[in-house]
């Protein structure tokens, strides 16, 4: 089994938001798809480890926002590379407040946004996925080209953070080929 073979899967980059007006919290995902049409339903799958699954687990409810192509690293590290459990990541970060689940949507970098109520919960392990209805959505900018992991990856030499579904470990690759 080539582990690699999970790098040919393509996938979008967002960030994903909970809470309230008092406290809430966000990070970056690739791990958002949607899953039906009629109603509207998109997953997501949140590490354990994130502090904002606490927050989607209290609120049951959740903002995608989806990055755009020429987003500042500032957002990438806040929202992707640090834990809100040591410092507030909506300081200096436009965002508004879903009108129907009163979550957090993050506008800086990002093009639209969704906002969603948990409608199921499974525990994978590492992650849990979570289904959720979308409630409310809006386009901020049609000018604005989605983010690619792929470009994420190739163009702006991003690395995926270790608690992403999508992260490859090369020593378990390389443990694997060897027996
Ligand atoms: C490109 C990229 C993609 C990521 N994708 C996911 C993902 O799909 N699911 C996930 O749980 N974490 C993902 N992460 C990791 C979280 O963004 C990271 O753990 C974040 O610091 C958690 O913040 P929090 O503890 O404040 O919630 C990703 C990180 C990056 C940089």
Redesign the pocket.
Known sequence: MDINTFSKLTYG?YI?GSGDKDKK????????FQVTAIPEKIA????K?????EFIQDKKAFSISVLKQNYTPLT?GN???????SFN?FEKCNYILGEKTGVPIVLDDTMSWFECTVEQEMDLGT?ILFVGKVVDCAIISEEETPLT?QY?HEVKK??????????IDVNKNISKNKN
């Open positions: 980059v994903v919290n966000a990070f970056i995902a690739t791990a958002v997501i799958a949140s590490n480890d994130n502090y904002t699954t990438m929202f992707g590379f640090r834990s809100g459990r990541k992650h992991y994420y991003g690395v995926t953070h270790k608690n992403a579904p999508s992260y």
